[in-house]
């Protein structure tokens, strides 16, 4: 009787889907299920029974019965995401290979922008693979199809038939709807924007990989990307990216939002090399943009910088105490490291009178000076980076390949520091910039060349 109910309450979201006739009217539908969970659904015009599918929901059903707990129902109901995907792009190859076939209307046809759409595709579905940490054979197909598609499209660019407009707005609300049900079903943050009414970090999600980065080489494995932390009206969906195969940094490069940052179409780069016998550039990559403005390591002379990209004028600070002695663990000339949080712009650093163990600095903005520091009692080299969030520095250390741990905080709103252990997942195991963005509330990570964020749960107080 019971497993009969949950059969019953696992398939009728699906009915629903199942008898809308016409997907261009569907859309995607948000709302809270049976137990408490969140149900989100695409609906698609598949109007052949499918077994395969129902099968599926009923081994589903039957874990269900086993373990009734929103983690799985999330997890089920992606996994229903994914095949209502499916069959949406079956359908649409299908469609493309009638039109290839049949005689039409020439007209001219943006394929670049269908070409783009799929690539956004790709993405999504990658983003949608590792947030679920799967290695479901569903999104091999997809890729395939994918894949299939692009080639088609490419064989298509030379017919230029009319009705291919049909399938790029098919497209564009098929993308929108898996965009809209992935951001209902990520796991984001619990607390408001800029608040800091919260007892920290309680724990991190998985690593979403957005792409490997804009020069399209993992070779650049030392770089950072991220938002502005403080951003300019108007430049809040802002992007920058800065990467080299070594720890110099030379460049940042502009994007006017995340799709013009996964389609490497910058609208501003702006190179740090020798100009006018004035060498701008930087090292270490433990920069953060604030008020479009880069905060960065100065070469020479050893110097904190600002690099302002609105006036395109650069300041530098020495610090005196700080030393070029003590890195972190995984990269050369990280001695200082800049973070930005609810409560403004910070930079950490070891000095020879702390034994090399790290000082945690709050910067004067106005002024460009440190004003207050305090120290901490973890050794600069034993730590793999760190980071702030309100007032609050999260010293990481590597566990092994695939695990990082925050092992560490100081509280300066306490004047309190302590040993805590969060764990958290790599995509890969070299990384050079972890920071904070209190905007979105993320945690940006350059992982060996590929842009990775990720989510987080505070403790609620
Ligand atoms: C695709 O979906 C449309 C709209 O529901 C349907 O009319 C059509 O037959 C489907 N095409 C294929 C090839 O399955
Ligand atoms: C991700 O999946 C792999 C293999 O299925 C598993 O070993 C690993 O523990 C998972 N990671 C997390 C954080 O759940
Ligand atoms: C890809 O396209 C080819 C030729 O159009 C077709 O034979 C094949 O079944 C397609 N594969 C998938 C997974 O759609
Ligand atoms: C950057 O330069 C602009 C234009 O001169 C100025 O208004 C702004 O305050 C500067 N920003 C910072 C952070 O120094
Ligand atoms: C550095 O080491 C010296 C000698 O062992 C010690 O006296 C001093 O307190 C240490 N400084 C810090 C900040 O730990």
């Known amino acids: 009787m019971d497993l009969l109910l949950l059969v019953l309450l696992l398939v009728s979201p699906v009915h629903t889907w199942l008898s809308l006739e016409d997907w261009g009217s569907g859309s995607v539908e948000g709302s809270v299920g049976e137990f408490g969970e969140c149900v989100c659904n695409v609906y698609l015009p598949d109007t052949s029974f499918p077994a395969d599918r129902m099968e599926l929901i009923q081994t589903t059903s039957?874990?269900?019965?086993?373990?009734?707990?929103?983690?799985?129902?999330?997890?089920?109901?992606?996994?229903?995401?994914?095949?209502?995907?499916?069959?949406?792009?079956?359908?649409?190859?299908?469609?493309?290979?009638?039109?290839?076939?049949?005689?039409d209307k020439y007209i001219k046809l943006d394929f670049e922008l269908l070409r783009i759409e799929l690539r956004e595709f790709e993405l999504l579905v990658t983003q949608l693979k590792a947030s679920l940490n799967s290695s479901s054979p569903a999104f091999e197909s997809l890729y395939t199809e994918i894949r299939n598609m692009s080639l088609i499209v490419d064989q298509l660019e030379s017919y230029d038939r009319s009705n291919l407009e049909v399938i790029r707005i098919e497209f564009t609300k098929l993308q929108r709807k898996l965009e809209k049900c992935q951001d209902d079903q990520d796991d984001f943050s619990n607390a408001e924007i800029g608040s800091c009414k919260h007892g920290g970090i309680l724990r991190i999600?998985?690593?979403?990989?957005?792409?490997?980065?804009?020069?399209?080489?993992?070779?650049?494995?030392?770089?950072?990307?991220?938002k502005d932390s403080k951003p300019m009206p108007g430049s809040e969906n802002m992007y920058w990216y800065s990467a080299s195969s070594d720890t110099t940094v030379n460049r940042i490069i502009q994007y006017s939002d995340y799709y013009k940052l996964i389609m490497r179409q910058p609208f501003k780069i702006h190179s740090l090399y020798v100009q006018y016998n004035y060498d701008r550039r930087g090292t270490g990559n433990n920069y953060v943009v604030r008020e479009n403005t880069m905060y960065y390591q100065f070469r020479s002379p050893f110097a904190m910088a600002k690099w302002n990209m609105t006036s395109a004028t650069i300041a530098y600070k020495v610090v005196p105490e700080a030393s070029t002695q003590f890195s972190y663990h995984y990269s050369a000339n990280q001695n200082l490291d800049f973070a930005a949080d609810e409560s403004g712009l910070w930079v950490t650093y070891a000095t020879a009178e702390s034994n090399g163990t790290l000082v945690l600095g709050k910067i004067n903005e106005q002024s460009f000076e440190v004003e207050e520091v305090w120290q901490t009692?973890?050794?600069?080299?034993?730590?793999?980076?760190?980071?702030?969030?309100?007032g609050v520095l999260y010293v990481t250390r590597s566990v092994d390949t695939q695990t990082e741990e925050i092992f560490y905080t100081y509280d300066t709103n306490k004047n309190e520091e302590s040993y805590i252990s969060i764990a958290f997942e790599k995509f890969q195991d070299f990384y050079v910039y972890l920071d904070y963005n209190p905007t979105d509330q993320r945690l940006y990570m350059f992982n060996n060349g590929y842009y990775v964020y990720y989510n987080m749960k505070f403790k609620v107080v």
């Open 205 to 226: 999600g998985k690593p979403v990989i957005s792409q490997l980065n804009a020069d399209l080489t993992s070779s650049y494995a030392y770089g950072g990307w991220g």
């Open 377 to 390: 009692s973890i050794f600069k080299k034993s730590a793999t980076n760190a980071f702030m969030i309100c």
């Open 62 to 103: 039957s874990q269900l019965s086993v373990k009734v707990k929103l983690q799985i129902n999330k997890i089920i109901n992606l996994k229903i995401q994914l095949d209502v995907l499916l069959s949406s792009l079956s359908n649409l190859t299908a469609r493309v290979e009638i039109l290839e076939s049949g005689p």
